[in-house]
């Protein structure tokens, strides 16, 4: 807990059990072995058997290693000290530090382990299989084991599975639950009226699956290493590495070994470097490398600020006489006003024991900066249409993320000089469904056909060093994905109107049920979400209820049950611009809103020791990495990066 405040989880949890691994299978690289090892490899050989000694190490590090990132007590004079915002030349602490990177490349390099990343890589080998050709495929995911950051309702629908993995029932893909009833209603605060899903709207769920979404992708993730993919947990991608010509070169992960001021430990580390023909950007909802190469390549020029919702989750075993395997159910409505965008799910999973998936979602374009995503959430429990199902129940898992919401106005440019952009990264979620896993995966292997064909051709003539695979987005707009996505598109911009979600409502009853989506225009969004936000003299503070501790819970005992863990001695990977910012403009004109919209308490503004005035706290080890600080911020000063590769939450099927 930092100095004065009262909203970390306590960093003891990071130099417990400093004898073995940390919680969720994550331990400290050991530079020295790492160094030792790494030398042995010559520059000709594998680099896979390097990689392969360097996850034994993570897993098999001596012991005063980890005790040496624990005893830093060096005072942090700024908030932000990350090298991106001060720079390490600059610095005489840096000084003599060895910056040199170990090298390798692959054919193809992908970053994130989802849905995207892992369809993309398996098809990838599937192709090269097919064809008896050697490709070597490297990937990259920040969570210290696949799946363990990856959230999601999750209602499936299987089409793309069908289409990468025919045969997937008999290879054991954990769908167990196959959805057998629709509800959908509106709330007001006291009850609950019954919508009819019509035939051929987009929330109809027949044929679809009840998953736990973590479980999914640990599934993917097992075939697509039993297909020969380098699959690397717990390396978070943290550069973008480009060619003279301008070309995308590859990846470097992020260094270790850093002390929270900012100053070198003696275990530092360097990161790796990846390079590749084609690097694959698979980060999910606002990657903070895609964010850059929107920049450099100028790939939003031509589409629409993209919008998002945060999106909050519970894990519940239940009484089982309430117990309803393949029920799903959303509501619009209470606790959020119309102008609010926002609704609910309550999923009946059939896992072995009664257990529900529930969950709010507020869309991030909202304008009133009282409001509270988490307690709004923890207030709906409280509905009597929903409350019955949760009493005598306990929670088991709690976690929060991102979503796209923009829709197909939102979508960039997705391919550039040697890579591209797949999944939830460009935002290919089809909002109305709630659905974004089918797209993203087709998007994957939609992009490993097109770069496995410029691979092989021995006739290719490249621009660039990095190839530029334009046939991707070609053939995405070709596919049923673009077509379902253009479908859609004006429904969730239609909840701006003066009616507000129930103009929405209207508007697809009209126009997406009668039309399909043919008709003759195209509705725009008002612009980016942090531009919403109204300042605090303009609105009502919000007062919301006490939790009781059996339906509702407070906010950290909530996060400590995401299982997040980063290691406390590290530069806070939330990285500030202006310091000066969050206090004279966030505090002073919006009455603080990071405090309220972020949904594990990493921001915190504490009163100074003189009385007058107050300070922000970052609480950098709550972080369960859903990018809601990024999108929100009214003033863009928070600038989110990866932290320590293996560092976050540790999800068990979320």
């Known amino acids: 807990m930092g100095r004065g405040g009262t909203g970390a989880l306590p960093p003891a949890a990071d130099c417990a059990g400093a004898a073995g691994p940390r919680a969720g299978g994550r331990a400290p690289r050991g530079s020295w072995a790492a160094a030792m090892l790494l030398s042995r490899c010559p520059s000709s050989s594998r680099a896979r058997q390097c990689f392969h000694a360097l996850k034994l190490i993570k897993r098999e590090c001596l012991p005063s290693l980890h005790i040496a990132r624990c005893v830093s007590t060096a005072s942090v004079p700024r908030i932000t000290t990350h090298y991106t915002i001060h720079p390490r030349d600059k610095d005489k602490r840096w000084e003599g530090v060895n910056m040199e990177r170990f090298a390798e490349e692959a054919d193809v390099v992908i970053v994130g382990a989802g849905p995207a990343g892992l369809s993309a890589a398996i098809r990838l080998k599937q192709l090269a299989a097919e064809h008896s050709k050697e490709i070597r495929v490297c990937l990259v995911e920040k969570a210290s084991q696949i799946g363990a950051h990856t959230l999601s309702g999750a209602c499936l629908e299987p089409r793309s599975l069908q289409e990468l993995f025919p045969d997937w029932k008999e290879r054991g893909a954990p769908l167990n639950t196959p959805v057998t009833e629709d509800k959908f209603g509106i709330l007001t605060k006291k009850y609950r009226i019954p919508v009819p899903i019509l035939p051929g709207l987009p929330m109809v769920n027949h044929g679809n699956y009840i998953v736990r979404l973590g479980h999914f992708v640990s599934w993917l993730g097992e075939q697509a290493e039993a297909l020969g993919v380098e699959v690397y947990p717990g390396y978070a991608a943290a550069e973008v590495l480009f060619h003279e010509d301008g070309s995308v070169k590859g990846i470097a992960t992020n260094d270790v070994g850093i002390q929270k001021d900012g100053a070198p430990k003696a275990t530092f580390e360097r990161g790796l470097e990846l390079h590749a023909k084609v690097t694959v950007f698979a980060e999910g909802c606002h990657g903070h490398l895609a964010k850059q190469l929107y920049k450099k390549y100028n790939l939003r020029e031509k589409c629409q600020p993209q919008s998002y919702g945060i999106g909050l989750k519970e894990l519940w075993t239940i009484d089982e006489k309430k117990w309803k395997p393949g029920r799903v159910e959303h509501t619009v409505g209470w606790p959020l006003d119309r102008h609010t965008y926002g609704g609910s799910f309550l999923y009946h999973l059939n896992e072995g024991e009664p257990l529900v998936a529930l969950g709010f979602v507020v869309g991030l374009d909202y304008q009133n900066p009282y409001l509270n995503p988490f307690r709004e959430f923890q207030r709906w429990k409280h509905h009597p249409s929903v409350q019955p199902t949760l009493e005598g129940g306990t929670r088991i898992a709690y976690g929060a993320r991102a979503l796209n919401e923009g829709g197909f106005q939102s979508i960039p440019k ?139 819970f407070d906010l950290l005992s909530s996060v400590a049950l995401s299982g997040t863990n980063h290691e406390h001695d590290q530069p806070a990977h939330l990285t500030l611009k202006d310091d000066s910012i969050p206090v004279n403009r966030n505090l002073a004109v919006f009455d603080g809103p990071e405090q309220r919209f972020c949904p594990a308490g990493v921001y915190e503004y504490i009163p100074l020791e003189t009385g007058e005035g107050s300070r922000l706290q970052i609480n950098a080890q709550n972080c369960v990495h859903c990018k809601t600080c990024d999108i929100k911020d009214p003033s863009q000063n928070i600038n989110w990066v990866v932290p320590e590769g293996g560092g976050g939450p540790a999800y068990n099927g979320m």
């Open 414 to 552: 997705l391919t550039f000089p040697g890579g591209l952009l797949i999944g939830c990264s460009p935002g290919l979620m089809n909002v109305p469904k709630i659905k974004g896993t089918h797209t993203a995966m087709k998007s994957g292997m939609l992009a490993s056909e097109a770069i496995f064909s410029q691979l092989i051709n021995e006739n290719l003539q490249s621009k660039t060093i990095g190839l530029d695979v334009q046939e991707y987005e070609e053939n995405l707009k070709k596919s049923w994905v673009w077509k379902e996505l253009y479908a859609v598109r004006n429904i969730r911009p239609s909840c701006h109107s003066i009616l507000g979600v129930y103009g929405g409502m209207i508007y697809t009853g009209i126009f997406y049920w009668i039309l399909r989506g043919m008709e003759p225009w195209t509705l725009k969004h008002p612009g980016p979400d942090f531009a919403q936000l109204k300042p605090a003299k303009d609105c009502t503070p919000i007062e919301y209820p006490k939790p009781d501790g059996k339906i509702s």
